[in-house]
T-cell receptor, first 113, second 114 residues
Framework: DVKVTQSSRYLVKRTGEKVFLECVQDMDHENMFWYRQDPGLGLRLIYF???????EKGDIPEGYSVSREKKERFSLILESASTNQTSMYLC????????????FGQGTRLTVV | AQKITQTQPGMFVQEKEAVTLDCTYDTSDPSYGLFWYKQPSSGEMIFLIYQGSYDQQNATEGRYSLNFQKARKSANLVISASQLGDSAMYFC???????????FGKGTMLLVSP
């Protein structure tokens, strides 16, 4: 079974803190993604990576950065957390071929207070 | 313009009945793929079904089928014989040829009643 594992299910952080969300996949997927999910807005792409050390901005990259030093691991970084970054964060991975589905982690519900 | 439009914020259906969840898409790329995902209240995203733009037949996976109407740019999900466990959020998504990313719609909440 494909596994995409996010390091935390729930996180509570203070405004201004630097926050790391970690994601690991075990299927040798080239692509990895970070999405943010908010009620009524669906899933919005923050960043994605198609190879080690490669990254591309998604639709809402402001306030976020990412790191991919190893193929299996993709980290999302909130440089200075703000209350408007309170949300559900979903990591996903997929093969590069366009007809293949993405597999998702269980999500991290982040609350910034 | 939105690339994926799901016009039904919520749908109700009785157990054992069929239900159709609407999805329209917008792309000028001749090569694309359409996906449906289910998200139960537990939060995980579960892949249900895929349709490629060049596929001649509608995709089917068990009780799920995709009503693909290319000229209308619609890819509706049909769930036959609804079960209580089908209550969840459903997302339509598109991957355009040459791009690795999935673009999602805003989702439809389906509630199945006994």
């Amino acid at each position: 079974d494909v596994k995409v594992t996010q390091s935390s299910r729930y996180l509570v952080k203070r405004t201004g803190e630097k926050v790391f969300l970690e994601c690991v996949q075990d299927m040798d997927h080239e692509n990895m993604f970070w999405y943010r999910q908010d009620p009524g807005l669906g899933l919005r792409l923050i960043y994605f990576s198609y190879d080690v050390k490669m990254k591309e901005k998604g639709d809402i990259p402001e306030g976020y950065s990412v790191s991919r030093e190893k193929k299996e691991r993709f980290s999302l970084i909130l440089e200075s957390a703000s209350t408007n970054q309170t949300s559900m964060y979903l990591c996903a991975s997929s093969f590069r071929a366009e007809y293949t589905e993405a597999f998702f982690g269980q999500g991290t519900r982040l609350t910034v207070v | 313009a939105q690339k994926i439009t799901q016009t039904q914020p919520g749908m109700f259906v009785q157990e054992k009945e069929a239900v159709t969840l609407d999805c329209t898409y917008d792309t000028s790329d001749p090569s694309y793929g359409l996906f449906w995902y289910k998200q139960p209240s537990s939060g995980e995203m579960i892949f249900l079904i895929y349709q490629g733009s060049y596929d001649q037949q509608n995709a089917t996976e068990g009780r799920y089928s995709l009503n693909f109407q290319k000229a209308r740019k619609s890819a509706n999900l049909v769930i036959s014989a609804s079960q209580l466990g089908d209550s969840a959020m459903y997302f339509c998504a598109m991957r355009e040829g040459g791009y690795s990313t999935l673009t999602f719609g805003k989702g439809t909440m389906l509630l199945v009643s006994p």
